[in-house]
């Protein structure tokens, strides 16, 4: 796989569908946790200091941490709405 800034659709896919489970240097967070609602917020804060602070990785938003078969949460998103992993 790529490296994470180079990472497309389809690499994000490959981790759905190969059913890659989160680790100290990957993990999932639901398209939702990008609510401008103050405890999202502060969740995002959490999230990238915890990951900043320990040995980095990637956090992917999008995609629900919590089923045991992941989905992509975003593929429901309007036709021709712009998809940046970056």
């Not at 405890?39 to 990238?48: G, P």
């Not at 200091?49 to 995609?63: E, R, T």
Request: proline share 2%; charged share 40%.
């Amino acid at each position: 796989m790529r490296e994470p800034w180079a990472w497309t659709e389809e690499d994000i896919q490959s981790l759905i569908t190969e059913q890659r489970p989160e680790d100290l240097q990957l993990e999932y967070k639901k398209s939702d946790s990008l609510a401008k609602a103050k405890e999202q917020k502060t969740e995002i804060a959490k999230d990238v200091s915890a990951m900043a602070n320990s040995a980095g990785g990637v956090l992917v938003y999008g995609v629900d941490e919590q089923k045991k078969e992941r989905r992509a949460d975003y593929l429901g998103r309007r036709r021709g709405q712009r998809r940046n992993f970056h």
